[in-house]
């Protein structure tokens, strides 16, 4: 049996758990496929999951599990595990399944294979396992053999399409109440913040006006949001400034934020590291503005004009305006 572990919200599965599932079905190769779901509406989760292949729905409940805590969630695998025994323990490769996964392979003492893409080899229970990873934000596929009694994988997002099954029925679900230790849960998501979302959003945008370290504040960011209003853009930026607080996470574009993928990224004052290339090499075309002729980006980009971003950007928005008025 391999296992899954399932995340959902709203008693709705998540699309990347459900790709997980695509993913732990080829990797069972016709052995039976269990899922794990924690927490408030796991039951009204686990009943979509017969239509995806699972048998049984191990379904953890305990009132402490409604709020994420990673070492609970860890809690509940490792109790799973103890009991059913599964040839392998998938999760989606997101930011919890992999975080969930870390935490189980520590307490296990297994190796953990995070964002896999493919399986090769004799696959679960077999006596190799080969996976391909998905490496430097998908800049790099890494092949590799797992060496492990039980292998712990996250897959990589979008890279498995997730695909229902005929003809199944309602998964059986096997309720149980985790024996949880306080160190389990002292790490817990304690408040949930909406994103501020106004105008266009960043992954959906058909422009996108990016900026970097040489926007040089957050006040800098004006000009880019004005241009940004002119071409019903969204505003990214690159990892450096939501560090430095002048931008929310939610804008970060790259290998930790956002991957977008539109007609054209305006790179403002944003060198071009790997990571954030990894979440723009997906835009039709690329101009980068930037005062240095050897800035990588310019490696990517279509178009460059080079200079002072505080001239050149304020440029086009006064040509814009022009252009428009006339
Ligand atoms: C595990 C990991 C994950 C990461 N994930 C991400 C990610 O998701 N997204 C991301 O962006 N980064 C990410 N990074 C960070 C990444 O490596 C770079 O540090 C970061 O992208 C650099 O940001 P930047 O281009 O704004 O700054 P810099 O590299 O400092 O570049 C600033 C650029 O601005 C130009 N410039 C300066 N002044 C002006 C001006 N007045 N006019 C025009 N141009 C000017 C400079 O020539 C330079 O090219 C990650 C790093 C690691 C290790």
Not at 26 to 36: R, V, Y
Not at 146 to 153: F, G, I, K
Not at 223 to 232: F, I, V
Not at 303 to 311: N, S
């Amino acid at each position: 049996m391999v296992l899954v572990v399932v995340e959902h919200a709203g008693g709705l599965v998540d699309e990347l758990s459900l790709q997980a599932i695509a993913f732990a079905r080829e990797l069972a190769a016709g052995e039976p496929l269990d899922a794990l779901l924690v927490g408030a509406g796991a039951r009204d989760a686990a009943a979509q999951l017969g239509a995806h292949g699972v048998a049984t729905a191990h379904v953890a409940e305990d009132e402490r599990l409604d709020a994420f805590a990673p070492g609970a969630w860890a809690r509940c695998v490792t109790e799973v595990v103890d009991r059913a025994r599964p040839s392998a323990v998938v999760a989606a490769g997101s930011n919890r399944g992999n975080e969930v996964l870390a935490h189980v392979a520590t307490r296990l003492d297994l190796p953990f294979a995070a964002n896999c893409t493919a399986v090769g080899g004799d696959g679960a229970g077999g006596s190799s396992l080969d996976v391909t990873r998905m490496r430097w934000g998908g800049s790099l596929l890494e092949e590799a053999r797992v060496h492990a009694s039980l292998p712990l994988l996250s897959v990589a997002p979008y890279a498995v399409a997730a695909a229902p099954v005929n003809g199944a029925g309602a998964p059986a679900v096997e309720p149980f109440a985790p024996a949880l230790e306080p160190a389990d849960l002292a790490v817990q998501v304690a408040e949930h913040v909406e994103a501020v979302q106004s105008g266009v959003s960043l992954a959906e945008a058909k422009v996108v006006v990016s900026g970097g370290r040489g926007v040089g504040s957050a006040d800098g960011f004006g000009m880019l949001e004005e241009l940004a209003g002119l071409l019903d853009a969204a505003v990214g930026c690159s990892r450096v400034v939501t560090s430095a607080g002048w931008r929310p996470h939610t804008d970060q574009v790259g290998q930790t934020g956002t991957k977008v993928s539109p007609d054209l990224y305006i790179a403002c004052g944003i060198s071009g590291a790997t990571q954030h290339i990894a979440g723009c090499k997906g835009a039709k075309k690329i101009l980068a503005i930037n005062s240095d002729v050897e800035a990588p980006i310019l490696n990517n980009a279509d178009y460059a004009v080079i200079g002072d971003l505080t001239e050149i950007v304020p440029a086009i928005t006064a040509e814009l305006r022009k252009a428009r008025s006339t």
